[in-house]
């Protein structure tokens, strides 16, 4: 006997059924479901290393100590020699507490370095800095021996900031603040030396 028609026209229809199904599991036109876009994080700061940044810090509150030893001796109408000496301080220094604190927000570490006169900021001070003690001190005296405790606080002071900046020029990463750090070596080291040729004449 031939099968019913119908019976045929019905297993005919579920084989292309199947058939369809597979079909548009395999279909390279069936797009995937998309993922969750990555978030990009915003660019941090650079970051300077931990001797870049501590040189920097420190260094700020020391060059506002010196400017204000300079500015102390200032007033105090001091001979030509220390007069100009102290000037020179004040012009060079000034400025560059400016630029550190640049470097500072660069390198991602603008919140050291705070605090005007005497150091008083949150950045690890270098050797050298003057007590408020020292500085009542220098405040107090006049003529001859205000000129004399000014030159030797400010050699201490210098010497501080050259050992300060060999360790940033044998230390340092970043090439901005070792740039730095030499000019403040090879300047105070040289100041260091004027200012002891003026002690030995007092």
Wanted: glycine share 12%; aromatic share 0%; net charge negative.
């Amino acid at each position: 006997m031939r099968p019913a028609p119908l019976a045929v026209l019905l297993a005919a229809g579920l084989a292309l059924a199947g058939c369809g199904d597979a079909g548009d599991a395999g279909d390279p036109t069936v797009a995937p479901a998309s993922s969750a876009p990555s978030s990009t994080a915003a660019p941090s700061p650079a970051a300077g290393s931990a001797q870049d940044v501590a040189f920097l810090s420190g260094m700020v509150p020391h060059h506002e100590q010196a400017v204000e030893m300079a500015e102390l001796v200032l007033a105090k109408d001091p001979s030509p020699p220390v007069r100009a000496l102290a000037e020179r301080i004040r012009a060079a220094q000034d400025p560059e507490v400016a630029e550190m604190r640049g470097m500072l927000d660069r390198l991602g570490a603008g919140g050291h370095g705070g605090g005007h006169g005497g150091g008083h900021g949150d950045g690890a001070a270098h050797g050298g800095m003057m007590t408020e003690e020292q500085l009542a001190q220098l405040r107090a005296a006049e003529g001859a021996e205000a000129e004399r405790l000014f030159l030797e606080l400010m050699v201490e002071h210098h010497r501080g900031a050259v050992e300060a900046a060999d360790a940033q020029v044998a230390q340092g990463q970043d090439a901005e603040a070792v740039a730095l750090a030499r000019r403040i070596r090879e300047v105070q080291q040289a100041e260091v030396d004027e200012m002891t040729a003026l002690l030995r004449r007092l």
